[in-house]
């Protein structure tokens, strides 16, 4: 319990004020203005009271009013109220690659190495929410439910081997489907899911990939690897060889794992050594925390000091009713008024830091309506499945938000649109691999629609060329 005061600043006026009366009670008194136009013989007749007699209450009420009143202002505090730390549940899962394809050196030491201290950089910056982390090869296996228990997980990621797993292969669909099991099973309505993978063959879990996104989840890739591959050592040495004796390469597929991304509703990125892929992953993830309270991290609990200067007020009333004459009663009944809710705190944040919680919280919808943010507001639309309006709410200055824009018009429908804003992104960055993927998704997409529709407009032509034969054969038999 330390006596402080909470708006210091407000002392500052104490000394103005004092130095203000001080000079009030030193200027010369003159008894009246009648001085200045009646007979001094005549004074005494006019005026009521006794001349040069002037009373020392009020300014002394005053200066006790002055530092009451100061002293309130100041928030003087001396006791403190533990509150609950706010704390997200949003829910993210990391989903861990353990194929023996990890095992590549392309990245030093290993592929498996560099994407566990990927995720241990993640699991230090998580402060909120809760983390799961499944492992998969040709099966997958929770390693860890959802939890806030961050200890728990790095202990475990450590012992995360390919040779724990009791079948191998490259089965992203099984891990996308636990996942989505997982989610489901904990009541979560909008989840995160972060794959860390070098699958090299990425479409067979488009499917699982797209039923994740139907649910109201959205994934994210990370790519471990490199285009040119590495050889994958084996337990008794060497390397492994496919059936023809040569060296097998596993190299990324970047452009399948972009593809898988946008099926899931996210992004994709290749693993980096700092922290620029994980930014625009989990976007907002190495940003938590918004300005607020003091709060103990041991404890789990924020400290609000309470101000004291709300008793200075009540004998502030009574000397102020004193410089009334009639009706001060009447005013009384304002100072008995119920304090304001503390459930009014949104009015002193931004609407930014209002979206943030929101978007946090799951509630994208309301995020949206609530940001300023072109970006922020886009991403949050586009969460809410929004996708039009997503589009329309980014005001593309960049790569990444041409990149962004053309997503979202992807997923809207308008395909020639998205075309245009990765036309646009990689106008801007030629080596926007993520556009660049995109791109030929939608050009692949745009194809086969003119396709059906060239087919539609001939089985038309068709149709109508066998009724008009229909019909002349009728004629002909009248």
């Known amino acids: 319990m330390t006596f402080h005061f909470l708006r210091p600043g407000f002392l500052l006026l104490l000394p103005l004020l004092l130095l203000l009366l001080g000079w ?247 693993l980096s050594l700092d922290a620029s892929d994980l930014q625009v992953l989990l976007p907002g993830e190495l940003q938590r925390r918004l300005a607020g309270s003091e709060k103990d991290e041991k404890d789990g609990h924020s400290v609000a000091w309470q101000d004291e200067g709300v008793w200075l007020l009540l004998p502030l009333v009574v000397l102020a009713s004193l410089g009334f004459r009639r009706g001060w009663l009447f005013l009384l009944p304002l100072f008995l008024l119920p304090a304001p809710s503390a459930q009014a705190s949104d009015l002193w944040q931004r609407p930014d830091q209002q979206g943030a919680a929101a978007f946090r919280q799951g509630e994208y919808e309301a995020a949206g309506a609530i940001f300023t943010d072109p970006r922020w507001q886009a991403a949050a639309l586009y969460r809410a499945g929004k996708y039009a309006e997503a589009a329309a709410a980014l005001t593309p200055q960049s790569s990444d938000d041409w990149y962004n824009r053309g997503n979202a018009l992807a997923r809207s429908g308008d395909l020639e649109g998205a075309l245009k804003a990765y036309d646009e992104a990689l106008t801007d960055d030629p080596d926007h691999a993520d556009a660049a993927a995109n791109r030929e998704v939608v050009t692949e997409a745009l194809r086969q629609q003119q396709n059906q529709q060239n087919q539609q407009n001939q089985q038309n032509q068709q149709n109508q060329q066998n009724q008009q034969n229909q019909q002349n054969k009728q004629n002909q038999q009248n």
């Not at 006794?50 to 006791?79: D, N, T």
């Not at 998580?126 to 202990?155: K, M, Y």
């Not at 285009?227 to 596993?250: H, M, S, T, Y």
């Open 24 to 270: 009030r009670l030193r200027r010369p008194v003159r008894s009246h203005a009648w001085q200045a136009v009646c007979d001094p013989a005549l004074l005494p007749h006019l005026l009521l009271g006794r001349e040069g007699k002037k009373s020392r209450w009020p300014s002394g009420l005053l200066l006790v009013a002055i530092l009451l009143a100061v002293f309130a202002l100041s928030g003087p505090s001396w006791r403190s109220q533990p509150l609950p730390l706010y704390r997200s549940q949003e829910a993210l899962v990391i989903l861990l690659d353990l194929s023996r394809s990890m095992l590549a050196a392309d990245l030093r030491p290993s592929r498996l190495e560099q994407a566990r201290l990927k995720v241990e950089d993640l699991l230090r910056q998580r402060r909120e929410g809760e983390t799961a982390l499944i492992a998969f090869a040709g099966e997958a296996f929770v390693v860890t439910p959802l939890t806030d228990d961050i200890e728990t997980i790095r202990s475990l990621l450590v012992t995360l081997t390919p040779e724990l797993m009791p079948v191998q292969g490259g089965e992203t669909a099984r891990g996308l489907a636990a996942a989505q099991e997982l989610l489901t099973q904990a009541g979560v309505r909008h989840g995160r899911v972060l794959l860390i993978t070098d699958d090299d063959r990425p479409v067979r879990a488009n499917a699982a990939a797209e039923a994740l996104q139907q649910q109201g989840h959205t994934l994210a890739i990370l790519g471990v690897g490199t285009l040119d591959g590495a050889p994958i050592p084996q337990e008794w040495g060497g390397f492994f060889k496919d059936r023809d004796g040569q060296l097998v390469l596993p190299r990324l597929d970047e452009s399948g794992l972009a593809r898988l991304a946008l099926v899931g509703g996210g992004s994709y990125r290749r």
